[in-house]
């Protein structure tokens, strides 16, 4: 008899076939940190966050895109021309960031001259980040035209109890997140970065993410020691576990980060279940690369690094996503330990031997 998974193999399973689970109603891809992914819960949808694939060649996207977008965006669009992802019913893209913007702007243009690709439609979540009353109600609007839109896609409406009830199993997944990073910023860190992406970004429905969370948290005691100069990641999102990976393979373990497939995902709950609640929680949504001010970002580093305990700082940055380097020389004056900025890095891929040579304690 196969012996039963553990909770992180079994969360290890589901990050790796991340895919559409069609028997679960209908499958919504989507794009960008700002979708609101309780109300997809409330109307009914299974939501699946696109991820791009380094390892395969991103011409097709480029060709539709151009070479000065960041190439994560690129190979979600050369995943969605090939159907890598499988039936989707409909896609949705955030305004998080300029890549994500182009995305849907290829996306729905695509849909409109070149019908045989069968691309799904595609919808924009226009929500901004000016800290003004003005864009305060510009994102409530956007909020509720979403909700609408998604009503009349599912037939069921995405506001009222069942909002209430969506963004209540999602605020208990971002408690919990909380309590699993609490592993790996242990010292010794619990967990490696590459587990705790899967742990944070397994493609699992929430009421069965929860369920898996709360049996890695029961199997603590199980879990060993993971030794290694501790780093916290900053700059672009890792939206694979390429990077993590070949870093902790160099005697480094990945303790914290700043981007939203990790520590950004949960760090803020929505509380109130209304829509109100839900366009303010997604106008803070977090002090991410592309939208926050240098000063923010510094002063967010500052306080990661010592709730992590990092012992080093990598500044990330991937060709055609600038602005981690911008953050970069205030991020390194507000700490007390060595930063390493990698610039102009390959989609998935992380120079190592730049690491290792600014790294003063590297082996």
């Known amino acids: ?30 794009v960008g940190a700002d979708v609101p992914v309780e109300l997809l819960t409330a109307a009914g949808a299974h939501a699946v966050r696109l991820t791009g694939d380094p390892a395969l060649d991103p011409a097709p996207g480029t060709l539709y895109l151009g070479t000065g977008v960041d190439q994560m965006a690129r190979s979600i669009l050369t995943r969605l021309l090939a159907g890598a992802y499988g039936h989707l019913d409909r896609v949705v893209v955030a305004h998080d960031r300029e890549a994500s913007l182009r995305l849907f702007y290829a996306l729905r243009e695509l849909r409109r001259v070149s019908p045989q690709l069968d691309l799904p439609e595609t919808y924009l979540v226009d929500i901004l980040h000016l800290p003004h009353l003005t864009t305060a109600r510009y994102n409530r609007r956007r909020i509720g035209e979403f909700a609408g839109r998604l009503a009349a896609w599912t037939g069921r409406p995405a506001g009222g109890e069942g909002l209430g ?19 790996r910023r242990a010292v010794p860190a619990r967990l490696t970065g590459r587990q705790f992406l899967a742990a944070a970004n397994a493609g699992l429905p929430v009421d069965e993410h929860i369920t898996m969370l709360e049996r890695l948290l029961a199997e603590t005691p199980r879990l060993p020691a993971q030794p290694g100069r501790r780093v916290l990641l900053s700059g672009s999102e890792h939206d694979t576990p390429h990077v993590y990976e070949a870093i902790e393979a160099q005697g480094y373990v990945i303790v ?108």
Not at 274 to 285: I, K, M, R, V
Not at 319 to 324: L, N
């Open 165 to 183: 009830r969506a963004v209540a199993a999602h605020d208990r997944r971002r408690r919990l997140l909380t309590e699993v990073a609490q592993l």
């Open 256 to 363: 914290g980060e700043d981007h939203s497939f990790g520590d950004l995902a949960f760090e803020r709950q929505v509380g109130e279940g209304g829509l109100d609640a839900l366009a303010e929680h997604y106008h803070d949504n977090g002090p991410a690369a592309p939208r926050a001010t240098v000063a923010e970002r510094a002063a967010h580093t500052a306080m990661a690094a010592a709730r992590c305990h990092a012992e080093l700082l990598v500044s990330y940055a991937r060709a055609g996503d600038d602005a981690p380097a911008w953050d970069f020389p205030a991020q390194r004056a507000a700490l007390e330990i060595p930063a390493v900025l990698l610039d102009r890095q390959e989609y998935g891929r992380v120079d190592l031997a730049a690491l290792r040579k600014e790294d003063p304690c590297a082996v």
């Open 1 to 30: 008899m196969t012996p039963a998974l553990t909770a992180l193999e079994a969360l290890e399973d589901a990050y790796t076939r991340q895919g559409p689970r069609p028997s679960l109603g209908p499958v919504i891809g989507y």
